[in-house]
């Protein structure tokens, strides 16, 4: 008896130093705030985890609690909805022979929904005659990047000043039909996870359970998610053109921006209809993103039960795990997004050339456009020229056809672009108002002239 006492004295004496030495133990105050955790910071953790196939290694390193759960497991669930079973072939040179395997296919613009990883603008194809109504990221990068090219801007009739950028695509050696892409992890990649096992460590030590096994399932649920798409590669596909291919110079953009891609078609082609996709070899794909979803959503639940049942230390113990992650995704989704897209880009396009103009109206800008593009050996039927004014200057009235037909009639010349008075006093035009609107159209395209004339002196294009 006296030796049960004395074990129950000492148990107890153990029980109230550990309840004595936890910090805050006697403050009523109860932060409630963090059962909101798992609704913040949802998009910018959903892009780093998209990341970690890029990222070499980067799967190992998603151990820690991170804020955006609830909004992860949402995206993962639009995720498993958008996969597709697709065969694909590896061919042996050698041997002469081809095998296919199974590949589940995932569109991650489902995680980078609004980072122009989903599509680009329209495209239109001068030579080509194609026209795509969505074209791929790259096109969408690259109007990116033209917008932040310096410009040179045009004089003459002013109505709503378009922005025309040439952009001159070189096949780099890095282009394949199928690519994969690598980067180096950032050493930061340790700290919340640092953080979040320190805090993990902290509360069990301190007892406090519901603060401890919420960092825990923070931990596990995101670090699941980061190995599962860690396990497959970001891959860039785009098709190749059939042997014997016109150019493929075309314009990319509408309204007040404009982008001529000048470059073969194989180029082009990595642009306007180049996609990117995770490839995951395993056929249970479809049921572990199901699982990292509910495990997402369930902790965020999870979190909003049991986070405001622990003592005040313990939830200042999840908000900081919490917060350091959070500082980190936020870090790394607006500085590595960049260099990401910047690093891909150069291994797909290189570094093209980018030369911008301010054309005073959309006439101008349309038939500069047709200027630095034409090939007069290569432009067909002047009537292919005529359709492309007609895209993008779509008034079909007498005038319109008359100042269409001359203009797709000299550039199928190669002369320069020459207009006088007999250009614009037609006999078929009675009215005087026509004979002023033609002769203004004219004088659109001399300004276009103007333009082409600044290009070709940069050492660009050839002089018609």
């Known amino acids: 008896m006296l030796a049960n006492g004395s074990l129950e004295t000492i148990q107890f004496q153990a029980r109230s130093l550990a ?15 963090t059962a909101v955790a798992g609704l913040l910071g949802g998009e910018d953790a959903t892009s780093t985890v998209a990341l970690t196939q890029i990222y070499d290694k980067r799967k190992w390193l998603g151990w820690y609690n991170s804020p955006g759960s609830y909004v ?47 599509g680009g603008p329209a495209f239109k194809g001068i030579y080509s005659g194609s026209s795509i109504q969505t074209t791929g990221p790259l096109a969408s990068w690259l109007m990116k990047k033209a917008a932040d090219v310096n410009c040179q801007k045009i004089d003459g009739r002013t109505t709503q000043p ?35 096992l320190g805090t993990c ?12 096994s919420m960092i825990l399932v923070g931990i596990l649920s995101r670090g699941l998610a980061c190995l599962f798409i860690g396990s497959g590669n970001l891959v860039f596909d785009h098709p190749k053109p059939a042997d014997g291919s016109p150019p493929g110079d075309g314009i990319l953009g509408s309204d007040q921006d404009l982008v001529l891609l000048k470059g073969n078609e194989y180029v082009v082609n990595a642009v306007t209809r180049g996609k990117f996709f995770f490839r995951f070899q395993s056929k249970y794909t479809c049921p572990m993103v199901e699982g990292c979803s509910i495990l997402l959503i369930v902790q965020a639940i999870a979190q909003l039960i049991f986070v405001p049942q622990s003592q005040l230390f313990g939830q200042l113990m999840f908000v900081l795990s919490l917060a350091v992650s959070w500082i980190y995704n936020i870090w790394l989704s607006s500085r590595d997004k960049g260099d990401v897209k910047d690093g891909i880009f150069k291994q797909v396009l290189g ?12 006439v101008s800008a349309v038939v500069f456009l047709l200027l630095v593009s034409n090939k007069p050996r290569d432009s067909g039927n002047p009537r292919r020229l005529k359709k492309i004014m007609d895209l993008f200057l779509p008034s079909d009235s007498e005038v319109w056809g008359i100042w269409k037909e001359t203009i797709a009639g000299q550039l199928k010349s190669g002369h320069a672009l020459q207009f006088d008075r007999d250009h614009w006093h037609r006999k078929e035009l009675t009215v005087e108002d026509d004979q002023k609107l033609l002769k203004a159209l004219f004088g659109d395209a001399k300004n276009a002239m103007k ?3 600044l290009f070709t002196a940069n050492g660009s294009g050839t002089v018609p």
């Open 451 to 453: 333009a082409y004339s």
């Open 19 to 33: 309840n004595d030495s936890l910090p805050l133990a006697n403050s009523d105050f109860v932060l409630n705030s």
């Open 72 to 118: 992860m497991g949402k995206h993962f669930r639009r995720l498993a909805r958008s996969a597709k079973v697709d065969v694909v072939y590896k061919s042996d040179l050698a041997a002469g022979t081809s095998s296919g395997s199974e590949m589940v296919h995932i569109d991650p613009g489902v995680l980078f929904e609004h980072e122009g990883w989903s």
């Open 162 to 196: 378009v922005n025309v950028t040439i952009a001159e695509l070189v096949q780099v050696e890095s282009l394949r039909e199928q690519m994969t892409f690598h980067h180096c992890s950032p050493h930061l990649a340790f700290a919340p996870i640092l953080v979040s």
């Open 201 to 212: 460590s902290v509360c069990g030590w301190y007892r406090q359970w519901y603060a401890f």
């Open 351 to 362: 570094e093209p050339c980018l030369t911008k103009f301010v054309l005073p109206n959309r």
